[in-house]
């Protein structure tokens, strides 16, 4: 039997390609129970994430308005934005490179120092320190909105005015929040105030959960300072956790794009002092209906997220010899 | 540890500057608790006053009370956010809790090309693709269902992962003999996987529950009928109206209170659900790391 099977298996053999893939096919139908298992989240997956991303790249080459048929455009889009967008030139993009600059990996290296520190300390107290700070993040942009509204206010009623006139610093109050010098900045600190999130709390567990045997062991390799036991032995037991809180860091930089828009009630920002590309895509799909030129800028803000990833992955990525 | 009960110099620093920075950065959530039970003469006093004086519960009361422009009672925001928060929540553990524990205790083809769809996608933000979402969402005519709350959050690539990587840690010596003893595989998943993990579903569901309680965008985008909105969105309309665009003063301090009383609502469950389940968070983080 086992024979005659193999002559005909010989004889009318298909190629090999088209063999493995009728293998492959057979085994995924024997593993259906495992497919459905899974397909929830990927239908949920692919209708809801993917294509969006697919759906975006192909509108970026089109005119659309949102209510007639796509016209293809080609590069048209990417054309206008990299060398007609005044806006995107002169406002969107600086803007967004300090504020992703300071609030990325300023934001990540703060919430490591604080994590590092909290770690130091006794178990009980870790425990307060933790909640106070990643309880600002908890709370979430509209709880906040008016506790950032009543201290930025303009007049000398608010907050950060009333203090500051009262040490004497300012002498009229200051417009925090129309005020093109300081928009910027008061972004960015209302951001870093609430950026201790789901990243800081890897960081920590992280941290602590490093094998105290390698400081023993370190101190007798030369290890001098605190410093350099960060450098040489926290920092490198803890990459994967590092690496995921560098993800976390890059959507949540990304994702706090909107606080400016929050902070002052509109998608335009004065003067666009605060206007990054998030509010970019914002503007041209939901005030001017240019959905395929917004489409085109969200399509470059997601290849600078990707690429900010793939750097993060090369700094954290295991060396030969790692575990 | 436990040796050295006397402070050193150099951990009484951390704690002084932890404690202060600490304090500093909790002050808007200790604002939020005090604001929101000022009664309007202090909201209305110069200088501002960061503590309460007397406090009491008309903000509530107003909150409570006051019909939306579209004369939706608060009540009806407050169940809708319930209702969809403990859907949506309920749903994406159960999808997300099943497709982690298969991506991690079994071997398929496919499996390694999933894997790296959820990692690239782990930095997935909806906001950069608002407009085919919208497009999706408005093509599958989920405009103005209930079903645009939950269908958009389903799958949390997030969470698929924190599961699975807390679920690599379950040595597969414990499934496999319930599976010899003749368990079926949802047996397996319910009695023995998931009560194992538990602190990573807990985690989860913060994380969820933060996520989908806090959201406005779906309220903002793709619902119209005012009585099918969520607490998150009345309340960020009621931050529009007290940054005061066309309002009075007065009409602007009381959105305040009221404001503040409706922020302190969404914070407070967050917070509740962070205590319960803290240790349970630092347990799953440890497993949080791209290896």
């Known amino acids: 039997m086992a024979a005659a099977e193999t002559v005909t298996a010989k004889k009318y053999a298909a190629p090999y390609y088209v063999r493995r893939f009728a293998k492959v096919l057979n085994e995924m139908w024997r593993d259906r129970v495992l497919y459905l298992w899974l397909a929830p989240f990927l239908l949920s997956f692919l209708v809801f994430i993917v294509l ?66 909290i770690s130091r300390v006794a178990k009980r107290a870790q425990d307060y320190y933790t909640l106070a700070y990643y309880g600002t993040s908890l709370a979430g942009g509209v709880a906040l909105s008016v ?4 201290v930025f206010n303009g007049d000398r009623g608010g907050y950060l005015n009333s203090f500051l006139l009262r040490l004497g610093v300012i002498e009229t109050p200051q417009l925090w929040l129309e005020d093109v010098r300081y928009l910027l900045p008061v972004m960015m600190i209302v951001t870093l105030m609430t950026g201790f999130g789901v990243g800081f709390l890897a960081m920590l567990a992280g941290i602590v959960s490093v094998n105290r045997e390698l400081y023993e062991a370190g101190k007798i390799d030369g290890i001098r300072s605190p410093l350099q036991e960060v450098y040489y032995i926290t920092i490198p037991s803890m990459k994967p956790q590092m690496l995921f ?28 002092a605060g206007h990054l590309i998030l509010n970019h895509i914002d503007d041209y799909a939901f005030l001017r209906y240019e959905l395929g030129y917004a489409s085109a800028v969200a399509v470059v803000l997601l290849l600078i997220m990707y690429f900010a990833m793939r750097f993060a992955y090369r700094l954290f990525a295991p060396k030969e010899g790692d575990e | 540890m436990k040796a050295g009960r006397r402070l050193r ?50 903000n509530f009361e107003m909150l409570f009370f006051n019909l939306s422009t579209n004369l939706v009672p608060f009540s009806r925001y407050f ?9 949506v929540g309920f749903l994406v553990l159960l999808v997300s809790a099943m497709a982690a524990f298969i991506l991690s205790k079994f071997r398929f083809h496919l499996k390694g090309f999933i894997m790296a769809m959820i990692m690239l996608s782990l930095m997935f933000a909806a906001e950069t693709v608002g407009i085919p979402r919208y497009l999706i969402i408005s093509g599958l005519g989920l405009t103005d269902t209930y079903l645009a709350y939950v269908l958009p959050f389903l799958a949390s690539p997030v969470i698929v992962f924190l599961l699975k990587q807390f679920m690599d840690q379950v040595p597969a010596e414990l499934l496999e003999a319930a599976v010899i003893d003749g368990a079926p595989i949802t047996a397996v998943f319910s009695r023995i996987m998931v009560p194992l993990v538990a602190p990573a579903i807990a985690t989860s ?29 009345y309340v960020s309309t009621l931050s529009l109206a007290a940054i005061g665009q066309g309002t009075s003063a007065v009409q602007n301090i009381a959105g305040q209170g009221m404001l503040a009383a409706g922020g302190l609502l969404l914070f407070v469950p967050n917070l509740i659900m962070f205590l319960f389940f803290q240790r349970y968070v630092i347990e799953t983080m440890v497993n949080s790391g791209i290896k």
């Open chain 1, 52 to 117: 969006p991303v697919f759906l975006s790249a192909l509108l970026s080459v089109t005119a659309f308005d949102g209510f007639s048929f796509p016209r293809f455009v080609g590069l048209h889009n990417f054309i206008v934005l990299f060398t007609q967008d005044l806006v995107f030139y002169q406002y969107a993009l600086p803007n967004t490179f300090w504020f992703a600059l300071i609030v990325g990996p300023g934001g990540y290296a703060l919430n490591f120092f604080i994590a590092l520190l």
């Open chain 1, 147 to 150: 506790v950032w509204q009543a």
């Open chain 1, 245 to 272: 809180s560098a993800v976390m860091a890059i959507v949540g930089t990304l994702k706090a794009g909107a606080i400016g828009a929050q902070l002052t009630g509109s998608i335009i920002t004065p003067q666009y």
């Open chain 2, 9 to 58: 110099p150099g951990i009484a620093a951390i704690h002084l500057f932890l404690a202060s920075t600490g304090l500093f950065l909790a002050l808007p959530i200790v604002y939020l608790f005090n604001h929101a039970f000022k009664p309007l003469n202090e909201l209305y006093l110069y200088p501002p006053t960061f503590f309460v004086r007397q406090p009491t519960l008309r």
């Open chain 2, 79 to 87: 169940f809708n956010s319930v209702a969809i928060t403990a859907a």
């Open chain 2, 205 to 233: 569901a913060i994380l969820t529950f933060q996520a989908v309680w806090g959201d406005v965008s779906v309220s903002a985008l793709y619902v119209h009928d005012e009585s099918m909105k969520t607490l998150a969105y």
